[in-house]
C-alpha cells in the first residue's frame, strides 16, 4: 500500500483543506465539530489525524510526505486566510521569544493568535527544508543572540508583519434540500510509465513530471528536481 493512500477515506489533500478550516483551535471537540459540518464524521476526523501524524513522522519517509502536506497545507490557509509574512529574521527573533517567555507569551506580545503564528512557521520551516545548511546556521545565531537578550531584560524585536486578504470566493449558491458532494474529475485516459504529465497543484498550478509507476488510483511522479510523489491520478494530464 502506498504511503499516500486515503486514511480513512481522507487523502492527504483533503486532509490539509481540513487542517486549514481547523488551524485558530486546539479544542478536539471544536475541530471535530467543524469537520462534521464539512461532511466528515469525527471518528474518520481523528483516524487521518492519527494516520497522517504517524505517517509523517515514519523516519524511513524522509520527511517527503510533511513536506508536501506543509506546502498543501500552506496553499489551503492562504487561501483561506490570506498570508501572513515577516522576514526571516523576524520570525527567527519571534521563535527566541517563544523559548524565553513561552509560545503565549510570544502570541500576546505581538498580538497574534495561534492560527497566524502557524502559517509565520510553516512558511519558513518549509523554506529551511529546502537549504538547512543555509538557513539552519542564521537562525541558530539569531536565537542564541536574541534569547541571551531577552533573558538580560531586553524587550521582544519588533517585527514587521504584513498581511494580504484572501482570495475572493465564489457566491454560494442556495442550499438543497440534502448535501450532494461535488462531483470528483475522473482519471484522465492515457497514462503510462514514462509519459510527460502536468499534475494540477493546490496553489492551482501545473507541473510538469514524468511517470514511473502506475496503480489503480495513482501516479508515482518524477518532478525536474528529482524530488518523487505519489498523486491521485484524476490531477494529471498528459503533457
Known amino acids: 500500500m502506498s504511503n499516500y493512500e486515503p486514511i480513512a477515506g481522507i487523502s492527504l489533500e483533503r486532509y490539509a483543506e481540513l487542517g486549514a478550516e481547523v488551524s485558530h483551535t486546539q479544542d478536539t ?10 461532511g466528515v464524521s469525527r471518528q474518520s476526523w481523528e483516524a487521518a489525524v492519527q494516520g497522517w501524524t504517524a505517517r509523517m513522522q515514519d523516519m524511513s519517509d524522509m520527511g517527503q510526505i510533511a513536506t508536501r502536506y506543509m506546502s498543501l497545507y500552506q496553499a489551503a490557509v492562504n487561501q483561506k486566510q490570506g498570508t501572513v509574512e515577516v522576514s526571516f529574521e523576524d520570525w527567527a527573533c519571534m521563535e527566541a521569544a517563544i523559548q524565553v517567555f513561552g509560545i503565549q507569551g510570544m502570541l500576546g506580545h505581538y498580538g497574534i493568535d495561534q492560527g497566524t503564528w502557524t502559517q509565520i512557521a510553516g512558511h519558513w520551516t518549509q523554506q529551511l527544508s529546502t537549504d ?3 538557513y539552519g546556521m542564521q537562525r541558530n545565531n539569531i536565537h542564541q543572540q536574541e ?8 524587550q521582544p524585536k519588533p517585527v514587521n508583519i504584513q498581511r494580504s486578504a484572501p482570495a475572493a470566493q465564489p457566491q454560494a449558491a442556495a442550499p438543497q434540500a440534502s448535501y ?29 513530471g514524468t511517470i514511473s509507476e502506475l496503480n489503480d488510483n495513482q ?19 498528459p503533457a
Do not use: K, T
Open 180 to 208: 450532494q458532494p461535488p462531483p470528483q474529475p475522473a482519471a484522465p485516459a492515457g497514462l503510462a510509465v514514462g509519459g510527460r504529465v502536468a499534475v494540477q497543484w493546490a496553489d492551482g498550478n501545473h507541473y510538469a
Open 219 to 237: 501516479a508515482n511522479v518524477s518532478f525536474p528536481n528529482g524530488q518523487q510523489m505519489w498523486v491521485e491520478r484524476r490531477w494529471l494530464s
Open 147 to 154: 534569547s541571551a537578550r531577552l533573558r538580560a531584560g531586553g
Open 132 to 134: 538547512p545548511m543555509r
Open 29 to 38: 471537540d471544536e475541530q471535530a465539530r467543524i469537520v462534521e459540518s464539512l
